[in-house]
């Protein structure tokens, strides 16, 4: 359920600010998406693994507090990683 290196060096390559940004909110909130939505598949086909619903939670819960982050400091780039993620429709 993890992310490969690769995965996540194609992740940061789409999300970054600037050429080194490995840790910006934007990467981060990419990061947990897949990562979440990984994870939901594992939950689709396991509905009894409630350790990793637990971890769903806690996932859900520090993207929340990110985007919350990023739409305070910019709204424009908030809606606009919204619309790249396809999350909150």
């Known amino acids: 359920m993890s992310l490969t290196q690769v995965r996540k060096q194609e992740i940061m390559t789409d999300f970054q600010t600037h050429e080194t940004d490995t840790g910006s909110a934007e990467v981060q909130i990419a990061m947990l998406s897949e990562r979440i939505s990984k994870l ?5 086909a396991n509905k009894k693994d ?5 971890g769903l939670m ?9 985007l919350g982050y990023v739409r305070k400091k910019d709204e424009a ?11 909150r429709g």
Not at 40 to 44: A, E, K
Not at 77 to 82: A, I, N, S, V
């Open 58 to 66: 806690k996932m859900l819960g520090h993207r929340k507090s990110l």
């Open 77 to 87: 780039k908030y809606r606009e990683l919204l619309t790249r993620l396809g999350i």
């Open 50 to 54: 409630y350790a990793s619903q637990r």
């Open 40 to 44: 939901s598949l594992h939950l689709q």
